[in-house]
């Protein structure tokens, strides 16, 4: 290459942009690609004069990281590209300053002068070195701070044995299983689990820390929530010390962070939480996240973090379905030594269907009223206290609620129910709803018949005629409808 070819300046951004592929090409054949998108793709390459690169990089941190692992690579890239004179800077866009405020730092590369940028308030200072951790101010404020002192900050009632498993949430508790087994050692690195609010996350990713300290008691586990990190980092930011609260979470081996989906606002929290992932991830360590929506759903969210949540295993946790939340009752009283009704345990799962807390809430507010009041825990009460959660209990049963309720079980569309196909399916459903419409209301035949598109009275008489016959002869039609016809009856208590 003619080295002269660059001895003037170069002002295309388009051109800088191309010297800069050809470097990222060479370098991504020297090491692996998670390492290339971690500490390469963030790069950008804003200028070219007198044979000296200017690189824009995210952060001090980042600088510094790069200038002690791969300032040889970099050194030997930039020299076969650009040839031998040439020579790099960066330009760090640090917390607290605009696009504007960018302060340059040379590279400590052969024939070159090391420098470093001078200290200002909006500059995170020089890192600590990583295996010191005595004098780090730490945002759980343990004076001389040594790596097992730090408090994990779990509940140690929320642990697997009583974190029940269902449908909604089997393939996230057996990651978390795997997990504990061997932090940072699986595929499942890291691991997001999402879903809606009182599903269970807080509950699963505490059982996976608890689990972790049980079988490694080595590890240093924490549990923060994303707003305690985000007011940590506002706190440590306002005293020039957030040099001590990234060095305090690059300790950590097992990171559990809760409702990550916080962040989406806070662009500067996402910068340093950037820094730490990259550190705890490349260093084998396991990370475990939270959110109310799914990492591809959360707007604001820098790319180079998505892409990082990417890597691990995305795991969605569904409303518990009938048969978990009656579990969830019956461990949550075997806990507290409780003992209720099966009716009543029944009407309850039946009736607090979208949260488990509103559902262990309530068992709690059964259980002291039958204790103040001296009374037995029975339906009369289970419906006193219901009242006071959920809006359908005592309900009067409709028409549209049993078509519901019907279509719910056998997975129909509801406005499939309401035309006049023959899908055997369809049909189905329909005979079992008039029939529960015969039985549960005070309806007439023609009202009922109106209330699935028009049918006259004499398909009512048949469908529930045919479900009678089914029941005679269909031992598992019988088995089902008799489940369905126990919902139905929680339904309209």
Same mark, same amino acid.
């Given at each position: 290459?003619?080295?002269?070819?660059?001895?003037?300046?170069?002002?295309?951004?388009?051109?800088?942009?191309?010297?800069?592929?050809?470097?990222?090409?060479?370098?991504?054949?020297?090491?692996?690609?998670?390492?290339?998108?971690?500490?390469?793709?963030?790069?950008?390459?804003?200028?070219?004069?007198?044979? @000296?690169?200017?690189?824009?990089?995210?952060?001090?941190?980042?600088?510094?990281?790069?200038?002690?692992?791969?300032? $040889?690579?970099?050194? =030997?890239?930039?020299?076969?590209?650009? *040839?031998?004179?040439?020579?790099?800077?960066?330009?760090?866009?640090?917390?607290?300053?605009?696009?504007?405020?960018?302060? &340059?730092?040379?590279?400590?590369? &052969? *024939?070159?002068?090391?420098?470093?940028?001078?200290?200002?308030?909006?500059?995170? /200072?020089?890192?600590?070195?990583?295996?010191?951790?005595?004098?780090?101010?730490? &945002?759980?404020?343990?004076?001389?701070?040594?790596?097992?002192?730090?408090? &994990?900050?779990?509940?140690?009632?929320?642990?697997?044995?009583?974190?029940?498993?269902?449908?909604?949430?089997?393939?996230?508790?057996?990651?978390?299983?795997? @997990?504990?087994?061997?932090?940072?050692?699986?595929?499942?690195?890291?691991?997001?689990?999402?879903?809606?609010? *009182?599903?269970?996350?807080?509950?699963?990713?505490?059982?996976?820390?608890?689990?972790?300290?049980?079988?490694?008691?080595?590890?240093?586990?924490?549990?923060?929530?994303?707003?305690?990190?985000?007011?940590?980092?506002?706190?440590?930011?306002?005293?020039?010390?957030?040099?001590?609260?990234?060095?305090?979470?690059?300790?950590? /081996?097992?990171?559990?962070?809760?409702?990550?989906?916080?962040?989406?606002?806070?662009?500067?929290?996402?910068?340093?939480?950037?820094?730490?992932?990259?550190?705890?991830?490349?260093?084998?360590?396991?990370?475990?996240?939270?959110?109310?929506?799914?990492?591809? /759903?959360?707007? *604001? %969210?820098?790319?180079?973090?998505?892409?990082?949540?990417?890597?691990?295993?995305?795991?969605?946790?569904?409303?518990?379905?009938?048969?978990?939340?009656?579990?969830?009752?019956?461990?949550? %009283?075997?806990?507290?030594?409780?003992?209720?009704? /099966?009716?009543?345990? =029944?009407?309850?799962?039946?009736?607090?269907?979208?949260?488990?807390? $509103?559902?262990?809430?309530?068992? @709690?507010?059964?259980?002291?009223?039958?204790?103040?009041?001296? =009374?037995?825990?029975?339906?009369?009460?289970?419906?006193?206290?219901? =009242?006071?959660?959920?809006?359908?209990?005592?309900?009067? %049963?409709?028409?549209?609620?049993?078509?519901?309720?019907?279509?719910?079980?056998?997975?129909?569309?509801? $406005?499939?129910?309401?035309?006049?196909?023959?899908?055997?399916?369809?049909?189905?459903?329909?005979?079992?709803?008039?029939?529960?419409?015969?039985?549960?209301?005070?309806?007439?035949?023609?009202?009922?018949?109106?209330?699935?598109?028009?049918?006259?009275?004499?398909?009512?008489?048949?469908?529930?005629?045919?479900?009678?016959?089914?029941?005679?002869?269909?031992?598992?039609?019988?088995?089902?409808?008799?489940?369905?016809?126990?919902?139905?009856?929680?339904?309209?208590?």
């Amino acid at each position: 290459m003619n080295k002269d070819i660059y001895n003037t300046d170069i002002n295309s951004q388009n051109d800088i942009e191309q010297l800069w592929e050809k470097c990222l090409a060479i370098i991504k054949d020297n090491v692996n690609w998670r390492t290339y998108q971690t500490w390469f793709e963030p790069i950008k390459a804003v200028s070219l004069n007198d044979n @000296i690169v200017t690189l824009q990089v995210p952060s001090q941190f980042f600088y510094e990281w790069l200038e002690e692992h791969y300032v $040889e690579l970099l050194g =030997k890239t930039i020299k076969r590209v650009l *040839g031998k004179a040439a020579r790099l800077e960066y330009r760090i866009m640090m917390e607290g300053s605009s696009s504007t405020q960018r302060n &340059p730092a040379s590279i400590n590369m &052969p *024939g070159s002068t090391h420098t470093r940028p001078p200290k200002e308030n909006n500059f995170i /200072d020089m890192p600590l070195k990583w295996d010191d951790p005595h004098n780090i101010k730490t &945002p759980y404020a343990i004076p001389g701070l040594k790596r097992m002192q730090i408090d &994990p900050q779990l509940n140690g009632n929320y642990v697997f044995d009583n974190y029940v498993e269902g449908d909604c949430n089997r393939v996230a508790r057996s990651a978390g299983l795997h @997990i504990a087994q061997k932090p940072g050692a699986t595929s499942f690195n890291p691991l997001v689990v999402f879903g809606g609010v *009182g599903w269970g996350k807080t509950h699963l990713v505490q059982a996976i820390g608890n689990e972790v300290r049980r079988l490694h008691p080595n590890k240093a586990v924490l549990y923060v929530s994303a707003e305690k990190f985000i007011n940590q980092f506002i706190d440590h930011a306002k005293n020039n010390e957030i040099n001590d609260f990234i060095h305090f979470y690059q300790l950590i /081996d097992v990171l559990i962070m809760d409702d990550i989906h916080l962040f989406v606002p806070a662009v500067k929290t996402q910068d340093v939480f950037f820094a730490i992932f990259n550190h705890l991830h490349q260093s084998g360590k396991q990370i475990i996240l939270t959110s109310d929506t799914a990492p591809r /759903d959360m707007e *604001g %969210m820098q790319e180079r973090l998505l892409s990082r949540f990417r890597w691990g295993l995305n795991a969605d946790i569904q409303a518990p379905d009938f048969e978990t939340r009656q579990a969830i009752l019956r461990v949550k %009283m075997r806990h507290e030594g409780l003992e209720i009704p /099966d009716d009543v345990v =029944k009407y309850m799962a039946y009736n607090i269907q979208s949260n488990v807390r $509103e559902l262990e809430g309530a068992l @709690i507010a059964l259980f002291a009223q039958a204790t103040l009041n001296k =009374k037995e825990i029975d339906m009369d009460l289970a419906k006193r206290v219901m =009242k006071n959660f959920v809006k359908t209990a005592a309900r009067e %049963m409709t028409i549209e609620n049993i078509q519901k309720l019907v279509c719910d079980y056998y997975h129909v569309p509801y $406005e499939k129910l309401l035309t006049k196909t023959r899908k055997r399916e369809v049909v189905l459903a329909r005979q079992i709803t008039m029939y529960f419409a015969k039985k549960f209301t005070k309806q007439s035949l023609k009202t009922i018949g109106d209330h699935f598109g028009g049918f006259d009275h004499t398909t009512v008489i048949h469908s529930c005629q045919t479900v009678e016959n089914l029941m005679e002869t269909d031992t598992e039609y019988k088995e089902n409808l008799m489940e369905l016809l126990q919902k139905v009856q929680l339904a309209s208590i």
